[in-house]
């Protein structure tokens, strides 16, 4: 009977302590020492933006978002600025845009300049996925077709359009934008 109650008492001790999740295993502590979770938060939108902006949401954009870096021949017909790693072009009645960014960025607002100098704000882009081209047709935004409606065919034009944050964009895409500014 002894020699049974020595082995069933030392099984009993090698049983996990609830509470902590440490094991006893022949004399030697195992377990969870120390842990960390991160956890990206999604940032939602306010109402007010979809009020102020005509406002693209994420799915729209993420069915037309590619891969900017897919295979070495794409890469080597990319043209990059520094000065502007989130690019914005109106070519053949579609809206691209490409982020150079290692940064997935919320909220951001595009808008150009037309030929007499004013600044049209096109809409809000809820998402532009780190690393991406996306490719929207031009009827995507109303006011970019309203404006080059207005333009004449004879007429040599070439917008410069513009990516900036907004005040419903996460912190990171606005640190993001404030320093691209600095430049």
């Known amino acids: ?8 008492l030392l099984f009993s001790a090698l049983e996990a302590n609830e509470k902590n999740g440490f094991f006893i295993e022949a004399g030697f502590e195992t377990g969870l020492l120390e842990g960390t979770q991160t956890q990206e ?12 902006y005509n406002y693209l949401p994420t799915d729209a954009v993420l069915k037309r978002a590619a891969n900017l870096f897919t295979d070495a021949k794409s890469i080597s017909q990319l043209n990059f600025s520094s000065l502007s790693p989130v ?14 960014l290692p940064y997935n960025l919320s909220n951001v607002k ?26 929207l047709p031009g009827e995507a935004f109303d006011s970019l077709k309203e404006a080059f409606d207005k333009i004449d065919p004879y007429t040599f034009f070439f917008p410069k359009f513009e990516a900036t944050s907004t005040s419903v964009s996460d912190a990171n895409t606005q640190r993001v934008f404030e320093t691209l500014n600095k430049i």
């Open 1 to 8: 009977m002894r020699k049974l109650f020595i082995p069933l």
């Open 41 to 52: 938060k999604r940032h939602t939108t306010t109402k007010n933006t979809y009020a102020t």
């Open 87 to 100: 690019k914005v072009l109106y070519i053949g009645g579609k809206l691209t845009i490409e982020n150079f």
């Open 110 to 135: 595009l808008s150009f300049t037309d030929a007499q100098g004013n600044v049209i704000d096109l809409g809000v882009i809820e998402t532009i996925p780190k690393h991406s081209k996306i490719v």
